[in-house]
């Protein structure tokens, strides 16, 4: 089961951080966290996930920021972005169309809708 | 006066008239008698000499004699004297000083000439004026005689009788007319003063004139037709002297109105211009000049498109007018950074109809939103953070219990503290949506109090266990000061107890790690009073006033990053105020807060019943 696909989990809030690690690390995914947007910008530059699990509202850096920076970032090395978002609001539409390679999730979501996503990316991927 | 004037001056024509035509008669009177004289005097002289010489010797003379001698004294003869060829008397019918008064040229120039001739001259002496008639008398070829005749001619006086008469009659009938044409005017002008006097009694003081006091026919007639005509503009007068009080009424009533209507665009809270058909501004309000920072006459009457540099809204003005005009209102929202840095306005467009004209104008309405947006972003932000709150601990509880579900937590104490996780996310959903429902009856004013005897020490005690958890975590010390005796209150426990706990959660939470609060229960007078006091990050002067406004958060990192609603204080506030109590606040930025919660005693609040 074990691979060498990285997760990162941003998310102020800790109990859905350790429900994301424990999911993942159950599948055999690497899984690093952080605690605030600015937390996770760096680790994304410093250790490479291949898949970002992010929350939107957040302190520091909130999660439409740390988007638009990881796009950036992707035009050197392409990952996946899941964005865990409550509700996306019209004026929302334009901006996610700009981003690639990102999947919005609203909450409250099943772990598996979030799996699945992660495993089209790297099934897509081949 | 002036009639009389006008008759006296027609009859001193009139005597002038009639002595230059007395003075034309005796000329030609005068001339008549010359005339006559003339024929009378050839005609004489003519058959005079007509007869032989031999006729006036001897006998035959005395015939000629007795029928000139006739004409001597009817028809002014003077003499008659026939002479022969050498210029001797034959015959001479006159007296004899009147033949030596005839001038010696006379005779010389009548015995001379050939033909008939006629002289006038001066009888030397008498001063009568004679003419002489003289013709030779021929015989056989030969001049043989000549006849003279001298007749007077009487000078005809100026004022002879009948010239006297003839002028005395022609007076008289001038006279007569004179004094018939006075009259006449005189009874011509009678009604013309009665209508003066009418007309004047009219103008003065509308005195009552009878219409009937005139003679049909002529002036009266007429004068008739102009009373009636005059009582028509006397009563049209009447009526436009009234429509000129109504209308100085009205106008007064409109000037008013329309000071009223300036005076209420200058003190609404909106920005009006006005412009016309052409698009010049016609007015504008205080509210407009303040937004421009223009006076009045910089504005008025120029073109809106140099008083209003706008892009955005002459944008919007041509993209309407293009449009139908009639289509109704029409709005954008539009900014002046440089104006009105930071506000927003709502500029709206609407069209001024004419009775007939169709538009005559616009209406261009600035109407600042700047609260409503801010109110609109609060809402907005309310209801994401709001939206965000409640489904993290649904994300919390939904995907923990699909970990447990799924079996994927093997160990039994982990799959006890996932329990313990959404027990406690579970509480967290409650408690934040009772905030809700409570902030949202409050604020429909159904919220029911459950009011009873709390004494406060164990009010004290509950609040302050719900937060030493939290403050624990942080290395926070809670002091508590209480007093030897511990007063009850007259409250709704549960709600009390939500009031001093936000303000004590909110101490804990914007304290940095290994701070210090003080908790304190003190009386006064009638009150209790709760006091927290922390050396945490303190409150901005920008955000003090706001902290009790429902959904106010402030834009500090260090409270941003912490989870909250802003519904927190403004529900202890209106906790507070429904127990009949007062809150009070005071901190600076990083020197920490205070806040203090006064509530009447249980006593005091009963003896109030």
Redesign the interface.
């Known amino acids: 089961m074990e691979n060498n696909k990285r997760v990162l989990v941003i998310d102020?809030?800790p109990?859905?951080r350790r429900?994301?690690e424990?999911?993942f690390k159950?599948q055999g995914y690497q899984v690093i966290t952080a605690t605030?947007g600015e937390e996770g910008l760096d680790l994304i530059k410093s250790q490479q996930p291949d898949v970002v699990i992010t929350d939107?509202?957040m302190?520091?850096l909130d999660g439409r920021a740390l988007c638009e920076r990881a796009n950036e970032l992707k035009k050197k090395r392409p990952f996946l972005t899941i964005v865990?978002t409550?509700?996306i609001s019209p004026t929302e539409q334009d901006w996610i169309g700009q981003l690639t390679d990102t999947v919005f999730v609203e909450?409250?979501?099943?772990?598996?809708t979030i799996l699945k996503c992660v495993d089209q990316y790297f099934g897509n991927q081949g | 006066m002036k009639v009389q004037r006008i008759t006296i001056a027609t009859l001193v024509i009139f005597v002038i008239g009639i002595g230059i035509f007395a003075q034309t008669l005796h000329q030609q009177e005068q001339r008549s008698k010359s005339q006559d004289l003339q024929h009378k005097g050839n005609y004489l002289v003519s058959l005079v000499a007509l007869h032989p010489m031999e006729n006036f010797l001897g006998n035959k003379r005395d015939y000629i004699v007795k029928t000139l001698a006739e004409y001597v004294t009817s028809d002014g003869l003077i003499y008659c004297i026939v002479q022969d060829q050498t210029g001797s008397p034959l015959l001479s019918l006159a007296h004899r000083d009147v033949v030596a008064k005839i001038p010696t040229e006379v005779e010389q120039r009548s015995l001379y000439v050939n033909g008939l001739i006629q002289q006038t001259y001066k009888m030397v002496g008498t001063g009568h004026t004679i003419n002489e008639f003289a013709k030779p008398i021929f015989e056989g070829g030969q001049r043989s005689g000549t006849v003279r005749m001298g007749f007077d001619l009487p000078p005809i006086s100026m004022f002879s009788l009948e010239r006297i008469k003839l002028m005395a009659i022609m007076a008289f009938f001038a006279f007569s007319m004179a004094v018939l044409v006075y009259y006449g005017v005189t009874l011509a002008l009678r009604p013309l003063h009665a209508v003066n006097q009418n007309f004047r009694n009219i103008c003065i003081d509308s005195v009552s004139v009878s219409p009937g006091s005139f003679k049909n026919g002529g002036v009266g007639e007429i004068i008739k037709g102009l009373e009636q005509s005059v009582f028509q503009l006397k009563d049209r007068y009447e009526k436009i002297q009234a429509e000129n009080i109504d209308l100085t009424t009205k106008y007064g009533v409109i000037s008013f109105e329309k000071h009223n209507v300036f005076n209420l665009l200058d003190s609404i809270n909106y920005g009006i211009i006005v412009t016309d058909i052409q698009d010049n501004i016609t007015h504008i309000n205080s509210y407009m000049l303040n937004l421009l920072d223009k006076k009045k006459d910089e504005v008025i009457d120029h073109p809106l498109g140099d008083i209003l540099v706008h892009d955005q809204i002459t944008a919007f003005l041509l993209q309407q007018g293009a449009l139908k005009q009639s289509s109704g209102d029409s709005s954008i929202e539009a900014t002046f950074p440089e104006l009105a840095s930071g506000e927003s306005f709502l500029v709206s467009l609407s069209y001024l109809s004419g009775r007939k004209e169709g538009v005559i104008g616009k209406v261009i309405s600035f109407k600042n939103i700047t609260s409503e947006k801010s109110a609109e972003n609060a809402k907005h932000e309310f209801i994401?953070?709001i939206?965000?709150e409640l489904?993290?601990p649904?994300?919390?509880?939904?995907?923990?219990n699909?970990?447990l579900m799924d079996e994927?937590?093997d160990n039994i104490e982990m799959q006890k503290e996932f329990y313990n996780?959404i027990n406690e996310?579970t509480s967290r959903l409650t408690s934040l949506v009772k905030n809700l429902l409570n902030i949202s009856k409050i604020e429909m004013g159904s919220l029911a109090l459950h009011k009873g005897l709390v004494k406060s020490d164990w009010l004290f005690d509950d609040c302050l266990t719900t937060v030493e958890g939290a403050a624990q975590k942080k290395n926070i010390t809670i002091e508590r000061n209480l007093p030897d005796s511990f007063p009850s209150l007259f409250a709704d426990k549960e709600l009390l107890k939500v009031a001093i706990i936000n303000i004590l959660g909110n101490a804990v939470k914007y304290t940095p790690e290994d701070g210090h609060i003080q908790f304190m229960l003190t009386e006064q007078d009638d009150f209790i009073i709760f006091e927290v006091i922390d050396d945490g990050y303190g409150i901005s002067k920008k955000d003090l006033p706001h902290v009790f406004d429902k959904f106010y958060r402030s834009t500090d990192?260090r409270v941003?990053?912490?989870?909250g609603s802003g519904l927190g204080l403004a529900l202890t506030s209106e906790i507070v105020r429904l127990h009949g109590g007062e809150i009070e606040i005071n901190s600076k930025p990083d020197e920490g807060s205070h806040f203090k919660i006064r509530l009447p005693k249980e006593e005091y609040y009963l003896g109030k019943q």
């Open positions: 102020d809030e109990h859905i429900v994301l424990l999911k159950n605030n939107i509202m302190p520091k865990m409550c509700r909450k409250p979501f099943s772990l598996q | 994401t953070r939206t965000h489904l993290t649904l994300t919390t509880i939904n995907s923990y699909e970990m994927e937590i996780t996310e990192p941003t990053e912490q989870t």
